[in-house]
């Protein structure tokens, strides 16, 4: 959802913002109807920004269904503030962002895209062929593109495997400054540091540090991330914006949803 003239990028660079919270929502999941809720429930719980993606053979069909679900329902509910002497439209201002798996993924009904090179990733594909596939339609479609560097670190889950990472150990402390500058160097404005969705450990801290290192990058960082606790490691070592995934799918009811991201989004901010 866009209001006025400020870009997606504009939103999610660090600025003075305190860390936030990203809830990913895989369309392969569930239908585009219950995405929308739990979209819903996560931006009440505190949530930033939507990510819609993570599967990595989910058909265009699917992922537009599901964007389009979840940016009617933050329309509704902004539409319904606006009328609410004591709401908040602004709450509902929330990016939906494509997080593809490839060039397969694509909506129009997106607002902007992390448009990714998995920099450590030793095929062509992964480094720029999907990315020449997809720009185009992206072109078409109007999405902003969010230019992401995207570091796979162990222990790397499915996306180490497809995206045949050289995965980045957690004392690889040098060699994650090094893509950190090269990510900055191409005028990236993001870096995403990803251990694998349902990682059975994040991203170490250390890893987190030494990439804070390099300013002006935004910091995002995901994978395995399930208590308070791991968000708070997280953020203490600087990401401005963590992911999840796996919990929301996890979670049994809408209800044990929002206890969880509400835990999850308080440690970002430590209140
Ligand atoms: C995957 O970083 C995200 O790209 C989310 O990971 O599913 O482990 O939360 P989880």
């Known amino acids: 959802m866009h209001v006025g003239d400020t870009t997606v990028l504009q939103k999610v660079r660090?600025?003075?913002?305190?860390?936030?919270?990203?809830?990913?929502?895989?369309?392969?999941?569930?239908?585009?109807?219950?995405?929308?809720q739990r979209a819903m429930v996560a931006v009440e719980s505190g949530s930033k920004m939507i990510f819609v993606g993570g599967s990595t053979d989910t058909p265009d069909t699917i992922v537009h269904g599901t964007c389009q679900a979840i940016q009617e329902a933050f329309e509704l509910r902004m539409f319904a503030a606006s009328q609410d002497p004591d709401g908040n439209e602004s709450n509902w201002d929330i990016p939906v962002v494509l997080f593809p798996g490839g060039a397969h993924a694509l909506s129009p009904a997106a607002d902007a895209i992390t448009f990714m090179m998995l920099m450590n990733s030793t095929k062509r594909e992964f480094l720029v062929?999907?990315?020449i596939r997809g720009a185009p339609y992206l072109q078409k479609f109007g999405v902003e593109a969010l230019p992401t560097g995207y570091v796979v670190c162990a222990p790397g889950g499915r996306v180490g495997e497809v995206g045949a990472a050289e995965l980045i150990q957690p004392t690889d402390v040098d060699l994650v400054h090094a893509y950190a500058l090269c990510a900055k160097m191409y005028g990236f404005s993001i870096l995403y540091l990803e251990a694998g969705s349902g990682a059975s450990t994040p991203v170490h801290p250390d890893l987190i540090r030494k990439a804070r290192e390099v300013e002006d990058l935004t910091l995002v960082?995901?994978?395995?991330?399930?208590?308070?606790?791991?968000?708070?490691a997280a953020v203490e070592a600087g990401a401005d914006w963590v992911v999840t995934g796996t919990i929301t799918e996890d979670a049994g009811s809408m209800d044990e949803l929002r206890q969880r991201l509400k835990g999850l989004t308080h440690a970002c901010t430590g209140k």
């Open 221 to 232: 960082v995901g994978g395995g991330l399930r208590t308070p606790a791991d968000v708070h």
């Open 14 to 36: 660090r600025g003075t913002n305190p860390p936030r919270h990203i809830t990913l929502i895989d369309p392969a999941k569930q239908s585009p109807d219950i995405a929308a």
């Open 129 to 131: 062929g999907e990315q």
